[in-house]
């Protein structure tokens, strides 16, 4: 990998990108209210159910179809690949938050690069002829930058890990050695799903974890929210 594409990965993964994703937390919310997250042993297996039930089997599924055809420069594929991934999330916090964080991520790099895909990509997207999933967004966004396609799973495992881990800290009381002692044990579950994504077609994208999905659809009947999802 180039330094500008190593550079492009580290800005991507960066809290400091302005794409919101601060504001979600999967989900994560609504357990602790039921009493379901209540410590940092809890986090670590609601994170990994996460990302090798959903992330693995869907998101990372379309990042690398997206993150395939951006060299070919073809926007039907990926718009595909975006609408598929739509189709197979069924909570639509899910859905809305990664249409959001994924207009957003998709915005700043039209304002940041010129190029002929990602504006053809951002009017379909504008057009709502494609929904602008976040993972979606990002495959495109690393395969434009040179960032090879297991890196860019890799990468979304990480932001979605700490995102998840910032939102726990928000939630919880854990300081911080015990986040990032769950971080560190997160990393066999993120290379479990990059793995899983793998031999994975559109059509073979079968995100499976319904406790999620409930706690999801009672997060968005909830009185008071502090994150999106």
């Given at each position: 990998?180039?330094?500008?594409?190593?550079?492009?990965?580290?800005?991507?993964?960066?809290?400091?990108?302005?794409?919101?994703?601060?504001?979600?937390?999967?989900?994560?919310?609504?357990?602790?209210?039921?009493?379901?997250?209540?410590?940092?042993?809890?986090?670590?297996?609601?994170?990994?159910?996460?990302?090798?039930?959903?992330?693995?089997?869907?998101?990372?599924?379309?990042?690398?179809?997206?993150?395939?055809?951006?060299?070919?420069?073809?926007?039907?594929?990926?718009?595909?690949?975006?609408?598929?991934?739509?189709?197979?999330?069924?909570?639509?916090?899910?859905?809305?938050?990664?249409?959001?964080?994924?207009?957003r991520l998709l915005a700043l790099q039209r304002d940041l690069r010129e190029d002929d895909l990602l504006e053809r990509y951002?009017?379909?997207?504008?057009?709502?002829?494609?929904?602008?999933?976040?993972?979606?967004?990002?495959?495109?966004?690393?395969?434009?930058?040179?960032?090879?396609?297991?890196?860019?799973?890799?990468?979304?495992?990480?932001?979605?890990?700490?995102?998840?881990?910032?939102?726990?800290?928000?939630?919880?009381?854990?300081?911080?050695?015990?986040?990032?002692?769950?971080?560190?044990?997160?990393?066999?579950?993120?290379?479990?799903?990059?793995?899983?994504?793998?031999?994975?077609?559109?059509?073979?994208?079968?995100?499976?974890?319904?406790?999620?999905?409930?706690?999801?659809?009672?997060?968005?009947?909830?009185?008071?929210?502090?994150?999106?999802?």
């Amino acid at each position: 990998m180039s330094d500008e594409a190593t550079l492009e990965s580290l800005r991507l993964a960066d809290s400091f990108l302005p794409v919101g994703t601060d504001s979600v937390s999967y989900g994560l919310e609504q357990f602790v209210a039921a009493d379901s997250v209540a410590d940092a042993d809890d986090l670590r297996t609601h994170v990994e159910t996460v990302l090798r039930r959903q992330h693995g089997r869907a998101d990372l599924v379309a990042l690398r179809a997206a993150h395939a055809t951006a060299s070919d420069g073809d926007p039907t594929a990926i718009e595909r690949a975006d609408r598929r991934l739509t189709a197979v999330t069924l909570p639509a916090e899910f859905r809305e938050s990664a249409e959001r964080t994924g207009n957003r991520l998709l915005a700043l790099q039209r304002d940041l690069r010129e190029d002929d895909l990602l504006e053809r990509y951002g009017e379909a997207v504008d057009a709502g002829e494609a929904p602008g999933n976040y993972a979606v967004a990002l495959g495109v966004v690393a395969g434009l930058a040179g960032v090879p396609v297991r890196e860019a799973c890799l990468l979304a495992c990480h932001e979605f890990a700490t995102a998840q881990l910032a939102a726990a800290q928000r939630l919880l009381r854990l300081g911080h050695t015990d986040v990032q002692r769950v971080l560190d044990d997160l990393r066999p579950a993120m290379i479990d799903a990059v793995e899983e994504s793998a031999d994975r077609s559109l059509d073979d994208m079968t995100p499976f974890a319904p406790l999620v999905d409930v706690r999801s659809a009672e997060h968005e009947r909830a009185d008071r929210r502090l994150f999106l999802s």
